[in-house]
């Protein structure tokens, strides 16, 4: 047994010596197929590492499994909001009750605090409050140090990339202090290197733990037999009592209920709404490496049946046909490992291409590309079956005929149509596999222009929007109206302001809030909840709405705080149709009144359809609002700058953040970019090795009938009858994939159309637009690939074609 191991172990390291000998001589070769298969693998890498770091990794702790936020949801008017936080008596009542959970902790990411260490400042570090079970409970267990204790108080945890970059990996950190907004606490330990926070978005720097009452997030172990709607009714019941024996500790309604959201893949606002996406991504990609495979799959078949002669001599010399089989797997197989190898690099460029398209201020780090075990493992995987799918079949069908027969004459006929037929079936394979990739791409590239071509209802250029966090800014109750009409004055004063206003939520920045209130003489049924919208003085004058009947808000309304609210054009067809709603009062008292009607618009979000709406006049004290909208007279960008410079005056600690209104819109769609971007590279890869392939078997038929054509071109054929004669099979090829690609791509749309539906807009999964199109695309590609080879047809010498022959 060791002896046969041994000599297999031989023909494979001997094989393989007369692989890479080969792939060297045919260096031109090698280098085209090695980058191929690196953009096919490479592709397939990347996805692989987002879907896997967003979607299919858990968390590096204890039976992640089991793991699940514990949250209260309120559902009011048909939209459901989630309340994650939890008072400290709620987090101790659900860690009394052990039977349905096996274990609680808490955890609070801090807002942008004031962080120092040794003197110095250290900006920019992201710390997480956590209750003092919350290392020991997860199975976290830190590289140097302990874990905090029950007993212990303002002490901290740092992460290892913190660790090495402020101590330089020195255990002389444990014992070292970090001052966070005023308060010292003390590192005791380092955590582990692959535990980076419970985000997917963002890395931790630190863990603090103190006994100061903190309102916390609750992650949860379910326990051992408890299934998770069992612990959702059962901590709801606890919720209830702890509301009914201590009111102000925890509120509840009849409106609020418990959920549980599985925890154990971590937190993460980007995976909802990229999950979708890079599914359907996936998808293509994985199209992208058969048509990969189909283009190398035909180059070698074309070496393999030049090389019949070699064949036929390691036959006479004794090789089996098993053997010869193995010999050319084996070339795939090394060839397929240079273009994994390669892939790694073009896996790390595409996925930072990718995360920069992403709405964000920064790339999410815990997105970033690592070839880790997992990575590594599933490049190397693909490049093995690659290997075997690109390999296999044309190294059967090349040792498939009686080459001993070669020895004693030129190779045959037959063996030459075997060869040109499987490379024929590849290439029509790789023209419907294109037409394929064409037509998501088509699909999800009108989506994108649909939405740019949206009327939005107001006058985008020339308008900007200023983002503003007061949080951690220093403003309590009461405070943020004063600084809210400071900026309103300071930021009118600049010059080349034409008008500003302040609106509560930023637009194209949430879906807006669903708003009902009661009308005079009329019932209102379940579905009659409306977009609402809370606005400062100037709103419509900034954003160029039109207001049809009535008036705007005006300064005077903000200062006397008067209830108002202005509806739009829907709002005021489907609850007053044919009447005049301005002065009407709506709502209990203190009542609302109607002072204006404006035209419809979408402030909200592109795919939101314009619907009825209300914009209620802003109180003159706000708890709080997050945007001014700008209109500017000149230089967007100049008077950009000296909005930043005026805010940063009146208080530099507000996060400020400034885009022109066509930033804003373009970074709404940023989904529908990336993966209308992503697409069309896949389809545009497909297409160039489509269009290699047509063209190989283009140049190969010119080739072989060389000397017919001359003799037909003698005979007095017309150019255009010696490119019909030439082309004619290249033609058949093109076709045969071209109806194979369609129906295909009609296939594959209607059995995805429940994945990709809410991924389109404007456009149907089926659209037969995007389908002709995709056609018309492989056509010219198909043109453009047999140009050369007609050329050559019509430029052959026929006097110099049948001497060759003769």
Known sequence: ?????????????????????????????????????????????????????????????????????????????????????????????????????????????????????GGADEPNRRLTRVSANFFRDLGIHPAIGRAPEAADDAVAIVSDAWWRERFGASFDALGQAITVDGQSYAIVGVAPARFRGLSIDTATDGWIVSRAPATLRMIARLAPGVGAEQARAAAEVVFRQLAQAQPKAMRWGD?????????????????????????????LVVVVLLVTCTNVGNLLVLRHAGRRRELAVRVALGAGRARLVLMYVIESLVLALLGGALALVVASWSVSLLLSTLPVPAPPDGLAFRADARVLAFAACVSMASALLFGLVPAWRATRSDLSLVLRSSPGRGATQRSRRLGRWMVACQVALSVLLLVGAGLFVQTLRNLARVDVGFVPDGLLQVSIDTRGAGYGPGQVGALQRRLLDRVAAIPGVRSVTAIRNGVMQSAGTRSRVTLPGRTLGPDDAWNGAEVGPAFFETMAIPVLRGRAFTGADFAQGRRLVTVTEAWARRYFPGENPVGALIGD???????????????????????????????????????????????????????????????????????????????????????AMTSTAFSLLGALLAAIGIFGVAAATVAQRRTELGIRM???????????????????????????????????????????????FGVTATDTATVAGAALVMLLVAAAACLFPARRAVSIDPLAAIRDQS
């Not at 045969?736 to 369609?742: F, K, N, P, T």
């Open 589 to 675: 008292a203190p009542q609302y009144e109607i002072v204006g009607v404006v035209a419809d618009s979408r402030i909200f979000d592109l795919r939101t359809d314009v619907g009825p709406t209300m914009y209620f006049m802003a109180p003159p004290d706000p708890d709080r609002f997050n945007a001014l909208e700008v209109r500017t007279a000149g230089d967007a960008d100049g008077v950009a700058k000296g909005v930043l410079a005026g805010i940063r005056d009146i208080n530099p600690r507000l996060l400020i953040g400034v885009r022109t209104m066509r930033q804003e819109i373009a970074r709404s769609v940023a989904r529908e970019r990336l993966v």
């Open 255 to 283: 409106d609020m209920r418990t959920t549980l959201v599985p925890a154990g893949r971590g937190l993460s606002q980007l995976r909802e709404q990229y999950e979708r996406p890079l599914l359907a991504l996936s998808a």
């Open 1 to 117: 047994m060791r002896a046969l191991v041994r000599l297999m172990i031989d023909l494979l390291r001997q094989d393989t010596r007369t692989a890479v000998r080969t792939l060297w001589k045919h260096r031109g070769f090698t280098a085209f197929a090695t980058l191929s298969l690196a953009l096919g693998i490479g592709a397939n890498t990347a996805l692989f590492s987002l879907v896997d770091r967003l979607i299919l990794r858990s968390l590096p702790v204890s039976e992640p499994g089991r793991l699940v936020e514990v949250q209260q949801t309120i559902s009011r008017l048909g939209i459901q909001k989630a309340i994650t936080g939890a008072s400290p008596a709620a987090f101790a009542a659900v860690r009394a009750h052990t039977e349905i959970f096996s274990a609680v902790v808490g955890f609070e990411d801090l807002d942008r605090p004031a962080v120092t260490m």
């Open 714 to 760: 003698a005979l007095g054929a017309g150019r255009w009858t010696v490119v019909r004669e030439a082309l004619g099979e290249t033609l058949q090829v093109f076709a045969a994939g071209l109806a194979a690609g369609l129906v295909l791509a009609t296939i594959a749309v209607r059995l995805t159309a429940t994945v990709v539906g809410d991924l389109l």
